[in-house]
């Protein structure tokens, strides 16, 4: 479960820059 929580919050900041980045576009 620990494993898993850091990989989705990796995922997850991802994500969030993906949309940073087509927000700032």
């Given at each position: ?6 990989r989705?919050r990796?995922?997850?900041?991802s994500?969030?820059?993906a ?7």
């Amino acid at each position: 479960m620990e494993r898993n929580d850091g990989r989705w919050r990796e995922v997850m900041r991802s994500l969030l820059s993906a949309l940073g980045k087509v927000d700032a576009a």
